[in-house]
């Protein structure tokens, strides 16, 4: 991950703010602050991309402090808290475009609250990472404005898009205002009951058909349903509602069985950007929005924090290895918003957010490169956690860990390993207390003969080691590396008679630039075997999987295309080659598939 | 066809006389003719669709002349005419919400041309069919505006849905006016060059990214590209412009063999309800507009019109039977506005069109119900042609054909059959004339092994049987109605694996109410022999197919669903019992397929 973080805090974060100024962003928080005149530009949610940004440059700095970035927080937060009105509203594009009486009216659409959510987001970061508190202060005037009006005797509404939930209970978390962590809950409650309706779309769409604590799967917009989970998760952990979690915990084991893709990525359809039906899973139309991922990353780590079960920790793997990561190129500057695990060769890049552009530079609606760019620079926060008496890691990369144990005092331990390629991780303990304490580790339920020092391990739960412990101390984790070929359930239609390639944590896909046929008629031999290699000089360097399998024969240009006794000839054999799907889309833009059809 | 056009004039003409009324599109009309006060309610295209609704008056009166239509077809004929301003123009939502300064402002969706173009048709329609000339003087009075306003040194701009071009085409066949050719012409012509930008959907959308002329496939908003090429193949027909003609053959090949669903079905997307790429066409998310399967079949005919290629018939006749007739219940006035092919059990109705509401009395955009019913009142009229010496029947049905030879007099048919539940047509000589003529019987290309008096006959073709008849000579044809169990070609990915039935000119589907295990599971073994028997009790009578499945048993509810090794397990035998497709969800809605995994 280093080297993705690197180019996230050297490129992408100061390109990023370039773009916020190009696309109006900025230009409306200064108008919004008394800087010049004019009108605001852009979508209604403008100002929640100078948040997510402003957030990333605080984990930025946490990883790797510098004064450049320190000058731009500055710059932009003191704009934000000017365009702040005196009673402590904040929604530059409301405010400019409809004045103080608009404020809330259109709150199915208007995202004041998202916006709020995503404001005090980034001012938590920045006051924990930076300890600057300009933002924060911002925050708290926000969060005691919506405290003052929203609830059960003051307006009863919710906002179209969630994130508020989990802001405010984090801001509940930072200061301890109790009022913070009652409105977010009464924001889970209030939804759910057709609160939001007659806008152009039904409540599922706004997941407004069922509440939180009575859903048994996730719908509608798929960001949205999963912002609101994570929110409703962090409800139910900090007030002990177990009710809740449960329902919390029947939705995210529905939506891993019947609509998540093999890539973890999140949202079946293009219209509404949604979760489609059960098992309703098409590889080409697979919107899977690189925010959905965020979202969905956001979701299980908090189900993982409430639970301790690992399989939220491997939700986090998969999500993160494929889903996420192929929203954004090699360099760090280009985003996919959608994510399919099929482009043909013919497809037509018929939109502005069509795969078949390749990645852009930056979208209409730019909800995804700054999202992005915050996760990579907080993503160590999502490797390890600790409990009274254990340090647990949730996933493997090169690097050092150190944390508190309660009451105890330090430990630490350095990570070396090449995983994702390698599965050889070692730990070797650099900082200790006294006494005997814990360090659990993650094994992928993937990883069936797993072993730590030598010792064979279940898959799917979390290895614990417990003694006490020296400094010099070496756990050897060892994680098979085989290839594993998949096969899709059969009510998953759209893959029907397919297989596709995993190796570790990764999802591969095989990319026309690689192949001697048209990908769009290539075949597998699954019973072949398939060889691996690293290649340091390809895509970063990646581990290339090789296998035997087949061109097609069947198709018949022009002809129509159903037809009876139809059945399809053995063409020749192939070498095929695929490169981890994260990586596709970084030499030309041409056929992919992750899914292909049995040989 | 008969009891569906007999149940289209007493049930559903009537009933949608009352869904305008209450949807407000009289209301529209009416406030335009200055009766009353008020604005304008419902879409833009509102017009559109009294005018389509008055076409399949005329036609319906044609088949079935009554002074209640008569009566119905004066009351709203003197209301449009009276809402039509002084100069021409007409169009009563503009003309409420914009006044005159709004005309053909925002013709990209204001549909001010697509509503003259169904107000053409309907014109014609009712002059052709009751004598009344009162819309066609509208007509030619707004066929007259347009020409006085658009062209090359007038306004250059599109209407953002097409349809127009047909109707100036028909206004110039039945008037001889030279202006409305052109001007159909001129629209054809200046689409294609990105005439349309900038209003939230790319020009391919519009069908104006590419011209007509130089276009290989259809793209795009469905409909609004068949009316298009409809559009375009009248006009090459009438200008004798054989480029333009072969782009048509062109697009409509390609459109056949890689965007057409096995129903006829067209236009694969929800988002933007448009053609997907090549070989895109899920079963579960078809959309299939039956407006667009309408289209198609009036794009086919003109195609089969200026070419006399048997395969446009055959075409005519997939989407008529399947894509098309799904479309309505068998009750005649509840309507689907989306055809997909599959339905899963656990579906959830998530928006306004969704079919699992199952049929619906109206929609928010109703542009189907009434387009359903001028097509059913009209039908007649795609059954047969005449050219110099031959009369052609491109379709079968019960009832009599009688036409003109040009120059020398009338011939007429008597058709008997019991189509397409039975392949035996009798046809017998009613009307002759002197010296020999043809008959030429259109050889559907699935009727293979069909025969003409006793003599095999090539399928695909039409088999000319040309001598000098005598009234009483019988002509018997006889297509065979074996079941054809078809599969698809192999980058048809959405339905690898699987199979499906037809016989005749039928689709079929499996729905859950005949089944014995869940729908969403079963299997086909395609080896197995297919029993048919009519069911006289069934959906108002239907041939029923039974053949050997077995259910599934691969499916773990709640597991990760995609795992290593994973091969699907032998489930139970059981018998499956298909109905013809359009004649699904007449009972309940409930899990539907067209396409089966092959056993």
């Known amino acids: 991950w280093a080297p993705r973080q690197l180019r996230n805090g050297e490129q992408a974060i100061p390109s990023g703010q370039g773009q916020l100024e190009s696309a109006g962003n900025l230009h409306n928080l200064r108008l919004a602050a008394g800087i010049g005149e004019g009108e605001a530009i852009g979508p209604v949610f403008a100002d929640s991309d100078v948040y997510k940004w402003l957030e990333a440059v605080a984990w930025e700095y946490a990883r790797n402090p510098s004064e450049d970035l320190l000058e731009r927080q500055r710059e932009l937060t003191a704009i934000v808290a000017d365009a702040q009105r005196e009673d402590g509203y904040l929604d530059s594009v409301v405010q400019l475009r409809y004045g103080d009486e608009g404020r809330y009216q259109q709150l199915v659409w208007s995202h004041e609250h998202y916006c709020a959510g995503h404001l005090i987001q980034a001012a938590i970061a920045q006051v924990r990472c930076t300890a600057d508190r300009g933002l924060l202060e911002v925050a708290i005037k926000l969060a005691d404005h919506l405290v003052a009006n929203f609830g059960d005797d003051k307006t009863v509404d919710v906002d179209g898009h969630p994130v508020i939930e989990m802001a405010l209970v984090e801001l509940y978390r930072e200061t301890g205002t109790q009022a913070y962590l009652d409105l977010a809950r009464w924001f889970v409650e209030a939804r759910g009951h057709g609160i939001i309706s007659n806008h152009g779309h039904e409540p599922t769409y706004f997941s407004d058909r069922v509440p939180v604590r009575e859903a048994a799967t996730v719908e509608g917009h798929a960001v949205r349903a999963v912002y609101l989970a994570a929110g409703a998760t962090d409800v139910a952990l900090e007030t002990g509602d177990a009710e809740l979690l449960e329902a919390l915990k029947t939705q995210f084991a529905h939506m891993w069985a019947t609509k998540t893709y093999l890539t973890g990525g999140l949202g079946a359809r293009w219209e509404g950007e949604a979760f489609g039906d059960e ?39 998969r999500m993160l290895y494929n889903g996420f990561l192929a929203g954004v190129s090699l360099a760090g500057t280009e985003y996919f918003y959608v994510n399919p695990l099929q482009l043909r060769g013919a497809a037509h890049a018929d939109n502005n957010r069509s795969p078949a552009h390749g990645r852009r530079g930056w979208f209409d609606c730019a909800c995804c490169p700054p999202n992005i760019m915050r996760t990579l620079a907080s993503l160590d926060g999502y490797l390890a956690s600790t409990s009274a008496d254990a340090l647990q890691l949730h996933q493997y990369a090169e690097g050092a860990v150190a944390a508190d144990l309660p009451g105890r005092g330090s430990v630490g331990l350095k990570v070396e390993t090449a995983y994702p390629w390698d599965g050889a991780v070692r730990l070797t303990v650099e900082q200790t207390v006294d006494g005997p304490w814990a360090v659990e580790l993650r094994i992928p339920q993937w990883a069936e003969g797993a072993t730590v020092n030598g010792t064979p391990t279940e898959a799917g739960e979390y290895a614990r080691i417990e003694r006490e412990w020296s400094v010099g101390d070496v756990i050897e984790l060892q994680l098979p590396m085989a290839t594993r070929v998949v096969a899709a359930d059969p009510r998953v239609d759209a893959v029907r008679d397919c297989v596709a390639l995993e190796r570790g944590p990764l999802v591969y896909a095989v990319e026309q630039s690689d192949q001697q046929a048209d990908v769009d ?6 019973e072949a ?20 399998g087949r061109a097609g024969t069947g198709h018949q240009a022009g002809a129509w295309p159903f037809e009876p006794g139809r059945t399809d000839q053995v063409g020749d054999e192939v070498e095929i080659t695929a490169i981890p799907y994260y990586a596709w889309a970084n030499r030309e833009v041409g056929a992919m598939r992750v899914w292909l059809p049995r040989g």
């Open 529 to 548: 075997s398939v060889a691996s290699s690293y290649d340091p000089e390809l895509l970063d360097g990646v581990t290339v999987l090789t296998a035997r």
């Open 279 to 317: 098992h309703e899973l098409p590889s080409d139309r697979a919107y899977a929005e690189t925010c959905a991922a965020i979202g969905g990353i956001q979701w299980a780590w908090r189900m993982l924090l409430a639970t301790g079960d690992a399989k939220y920790a491997d939700a986090i793997e």
């Open 521 to 526: 008629d290539l075949h597998l031999l699954p």
